[in-house]
């Protein structure tokens, strides 16, 4: 089993940065908790694919990029979408079908695209990769300094449009991150099942892409890892394949965990919580006191006023009309 990596700070890390990185992994998994009770309530209609443990990956990726740049993200969309700075309470309306949600509250949890934030999602499997590759296309074009990352997960891997879009951005030395959650299930398959290489970055070597693999459970690495890669697709210097290893707690889709139906171990669950990204992360923090117990509060404070809000604005939106509807169809 992959062995988490030791947090180590890195020269250009100052407390703040360090701190941010916290709060932003905690807002993220307050906003997964406040969601996945309304889920276990019913209250929650639209299929939700929760990221709890893979919080580090986000933020990693999210507090590297500007406004301008871009991501593309999946089906698992909430975490990467807050941690580019997307409207929560905008999420929360498209996850609740309300009009006022990111897609007019017709697309719901897979569909919560940001253009003017440069968010955009597609939960085709691998769909997503190459529409990064547009972006970076374009920014190159453009002349604009901005860089495109496409998240997607292992599961996407052995589609054809990874080893197309592989293969394009190698060739016209694309400003693009390939950033892949290697959290090695894709619904119920385990990546023994389905892949003759695990270690699913060295696929990229095969284009003459600087490939890495990174535990994706520690956000100083993960955090370090994407700004060398954001930092060369910036410089002209072409793309980045991240392999970042870490796990989902919960069920592929819904509230639920999925060790009771017996469709993973148990053990192989309880021991990825226990190397649980943000509580490693604090336990880190508090011990070397860059931060403490009374500004953890205050966060949580602070965080559970924007949920409230958040909740209150979906509450307010009123549903779309079927005509919004017949529009697209
Ligand atoms: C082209 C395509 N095939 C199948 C699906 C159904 N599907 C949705 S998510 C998923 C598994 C994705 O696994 P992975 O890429 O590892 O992402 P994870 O769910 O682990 O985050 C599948 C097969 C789809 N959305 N698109
Ligand atoms: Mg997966």
């Known amino acids: 089993m992959i062995q988490m990596s030791k947090f180590k700070k890195s020269a250009d890390l100052d407390n703040v940065k360090m701190v941010d990185f916290y709060r932003q992994m905690l807002y993220i998994r307050m906003v997964s908790v406040a969601l996945r009770q309304s889920a276990l309530k019913m209250e929650l209609k639209c299929p939700v694919h929760f990221s709890f443990g893979q919080e580090a990956t986000a933020v990693g990726v999210g507090m590297n990029l500007k406004k301008k740049d871009a991501i593309v993200i999946t089906h698992r969309s909430h975490a990467p979408y807050l941690a580019k700075g997307g409207d929560l309470k905008k999420m929360i309306a498209e996850i609740y079908n309300k009009k006022d949600g990111t897609s007019g509250g017709i697309g719901g949890s897979m569909h919560l ?15 997503g990769i190459s529409i990064a590759a547009g972006l970076a296309l374009s920014f190159r074009m453009k002349r604009k300094n901005n860089v495109a990352v496409a998240f997607f997960g292992d599961g996407a891997v052995e589609e054809g449009g990874l080893s197309e879009t592989l293969n394009f951005a190698a060739l016209k030395k694309l400003p693009m ?11 119920n398959s385990h990546i023994s099942e389905t892949k003759a290489v695990h270690e699913v970055s060295r696929i990229a070597r095969a284009y003459d892409l600087p490939a890495i693999r990174i535990d994706g459970n520690n956000i100083l690495e993960v955090y370090k890892a994407v700004k060398t890669a954001v930092n060369r697709a910036r410089n002209s210097r072409g793309s980045t394949f991240i392999e970042a290893t870490t796990y989902r707690w919960l069920e592929h889709v819904g509230p639920r965990f999925d060790h009771i139906s017996g469709l993973r171990p148990e053990k192989e669950v309880r021991k990825w919580i226990s190397r649980c990204p943000l509580k490693s992360y604090e336990k880190y923090l508090l011990k070397k006191t860059i931060i403490n117990n009374k500004e953890i509060s205050k966060f949580k404070v602070n965080i559970e006023r924007r949920i409230k809000a958040a909740w209150e604005y979906m509450d307010r939106s009123p549903y779309p009309k079927l005509k919004q509807l017949e529009k697209i169809i």
């Open 113 to 127: 695209n940001s253009p003017e934030k440069n968010i955009f999602c597609s939960a085709i499997v691998s769909g």
């Open 177 to 187: 991150v390939f950033f892949c959650e290697n959290n090695m299930y894709a619904v």
